[in-house]
């Protein structure tokens, strides 16, 4: 059933936020279409950072390096602090990007800065197909052969395979879930925790937030089917797509490792990540959610040096340190 846009409801900005997008001018709110997919991709892979090991070494300060996963056309990013003793704990993690845009590299300077060294964990960033030219199953599928295999040679990476956190942001986010969904289902590692931000889960776009933010929001209606037209092909709004493809279709979340999911009051995916929340509670699960006011999608990459962006990463690094210092299921009695 298809909901009525309610013109003038949509939440306000707030105000740090919306003088940071007023400033940024009307480019953040072009929309991604089929007709300019093609050129935004180009334009992306021009001028987003792909940061090089040397770079990502930052003058010997972690121990960076490229892994290809045997069989598969994946490439791993992984980077530790420098010299740290022991088996880290590892944060699994996949870019964001509508599924067709983003790099590995990119991400991996504030995920070390931010946790990797305060936190002592490693981290592998993974270098998943972007759609179109990859339809899934074959992200999601990368994300899992990449998982697999860490887990698998966690010894010689110098990991703890008992203290994964599979995690991402917006399409990573998205891919995040659905990797959650997938290892339960496979038998495959078990993470500790999934650290949802802003994730993509829904390729329906019926929510009322969906409509509600279309045309305002800097990630709207339009550039989200998109995205999901891009990954699914002819698959896109299929009553039988499995929850893999676009975990809000999920009607099993029983059995999932902890989550931690975010997202903004003022946000195109707003609805589907309160919706997920609540779907993992009533499946008897544990899940953090919180909704931060005003804040558009991907406001923290945009305006990191507001109060609420400021706010949500501090959020993020209390769960992660909880989740991390919790008991290994190995230790428990």
């Known amino acids: ?68 996963v045997p069989g598969r056309d994946v490439t791993l990013v992984s980077a530790r602090p420098a010299g740290a003793a022991g088996p880290l704990p590892l944060l699994y993690y996949m870019h964001g990007g509508g599924m067709v845009m983003g790099n590995a590299p990119s991400v991996l300077p504030q995920l070390l800065r931010e946790w ?37 040679h966690a010894a010689e990476l110098g990991i703890d395979a008992d203290r994964i956190v599979i995690g991402g942001k917006s399409a990573g986010g998205g891919l995040a879930a659905a990797l959650a969904l997938l290892t339960r289902d496979r038998g495959g590692p078990a993470p500790i ?28 209606r339009t550039s989200n089917a998109t995205g999901w037209k891009a990954l699914l092909g002819d698959r896109f709004g299929a009553e039988d797509l499995p929850a893999y493809a676009a975990p ?9 490792p902890p989550a931690y999911i975010d997202v903004g009051s003022a946000e195109t995916f707003r609805d589907e990540d309160v919706s997920y ?50 008991p290994a299921k190995n230790e428990e009695t």
């Open 1 to 68: 059933m298809e909901l009525p846009r309610t013109e003038g409801a949509a939440p306000p900005f707030d105000p740090e936020l919306g003088r940071v997008l007023a400033a940024l001018g009307g480019a953040v709110h072009d929309p991604l279409t089929p007709a300019n997919l093609a050129a935004r991709q180009e334009q992306d892979a021009a001028t987003r950072p792909r940061p090089t090991a040397h770079d990502l070494r930052a003058d010997g300060l972690f121990e960076v390096a490229e892994l290809r």
């Open 116 to 152: 990797a060294l305060p936190l002592g964990l490693a981290v592998i960033s993974v270098e998943y197909g972007l759609a179109p030219r990859a339809q899934y199953p074959e992200p999601v599928e990368d994300c899992y052969a990449g998982l697999v295999w860490a887990a698998g």
């Open 193 to 220: 925790g999934q650290l949802l931000l802003c994730p993509m889960l829904d390729d329906r776009g019926t929510s009322f937030s969906s409509r509600q933010m279309d045309g305002i929001d800097v990630w709207d």
């Open 248 to 256: 809000a279709r999920a009607t099993d979340l029983s059995g999932l």
């Open 277 to 326: 929340a609540d779907a993992i509670w009533r499946a008897g699960g544990q899940a953090e959610l919180h909704v931060w006011p005003g804040a558009f999608h991907g406001f923290d990459s945009l305006a990191p040096e507001a109060a609420l962006s400021q706010d949500a990463r501090d959020a993020r690094t209390r769960w992660l340190r909880r989740v991390l210092t919790q």
